[in-house]
């Protein structure tokens, strides 16, 4: 079958007993406070997901992202509202201590978050400088293809799992090699020269930001972790970011 990975995008959900949330796939969940790292049970709503699967005949994966539907506007034209965009947003004022901002000054700033969607926001997150809520929108539109794979997949599981929530999600696109069996190196990048389709992939809920760029123009970089003594950043992990985080524990 081949070695799978996985990564999610959750929200939390602070009123769990809404209705509106039968859409979602929900999970209990334990998050760390990254400034305090006190822990805390919540309620997670699944909103986007990224699915990397390795076989036989794709040794340099097969890659394909998902979302749910109503991430942004454009994907579901009877969304009452939506996970990543307002559409009342105002600009507000955000007060932020010297040690957030990104010069590094010495007062108090105060910054300006507009309605101008994939923002990055212009301070650093740390202890007196929540987050904010900012504009997220769709670049790269679905392509008619996977439009269809979504239509047709929607109204199975509609017909044949009456209220299962995934209904509710949709793949943005997937990707794969025409010549995996040449690509593959020991070293980074990798430089996939034939995965298609040649369109940019991005899931709006994690790659906002990057969404005109596709997976592998970052994961031909993943490099394996450093050792004690030597420096292996240049040595390729497989397309997986995941093998740079080891912990070497070696004398």
């Known amino acids: 079958m081949g070695a799978i990975e996985l990564k999610a995008a959750w929200m939390e959900v602070l ?7 039968d859409r979602y796939k929900l999970s209990k ?31 340099t994966w ?10 942004v506007p454009g994907d579901n034209e009877q969304a009452v509202a939506y996970n990543l965009y307002n559409s009342s947003c105002e600009q507000q004022q955000v007060k932020v201590p010297a040690n957030c901002a990104p010069n590094k000054g010495t007062n108090e700033q105060t910054y300006t978050i507009g309605c101008t969607p994939n923002q990055s926001p212009p301070y650093y997150l740390c202890a007196g400088a929540a987050p904010v809520p900012i504009q997220v929108t769709r670049r790269i539109p679905i ?36 010549t995996p069996q040449n690509e593959q190196s ?30 592998f123009n970052c994961h031909q970089f993943a490099s394996i972790a450093n050792t004690l003594n030597s420096s292996n950043g240049a040595y390729a992990s497989d397309f997986s970011f995941v093998l740079g985080f080891a912990n070497y524990k070696g004398k």
């Not at 790292?37 to 990397?52: D, Y």
């Not at 990798?190 to 298609?196: A, E, F, I, R």
């Open 186 to 215: 020991n070293r980074t990048p990798q430089g996939l020269k034939s995965m298609q389709p040649h369109i940019p992939m991005a899931n709006s809920s994690m790659e906002t930001y990057a969404q005109k760029l596709t997976c």
């Open 29 to 59: 969940a334990t998050l760390v406070d990254p400034l305090t790292q006190e822990p805390r049970a919540a309620t997670v709503a699944l909103i986007g997901l990224h699915i990397l699967h390795k076989t036989e005949s794709q040794p």
């Open 15 to 21: 009123d769990p007993k809404n209705k509106k949330w």
């Open 143 to 178: 392509d008619e293809d996977a439009r269809a794979v979504n239509k047709q997949l929607q109204a199975y599981i509609a017909k044949n799992f009456p209220g299962s929530v995934w209904a509710n999600y949709q793949v943005v696109n997937m990707i794969w090699s025409t």
């Open 62 to 71: 097969f890659w394909a992202t998902f979302e749910h539907v109503d991430n």
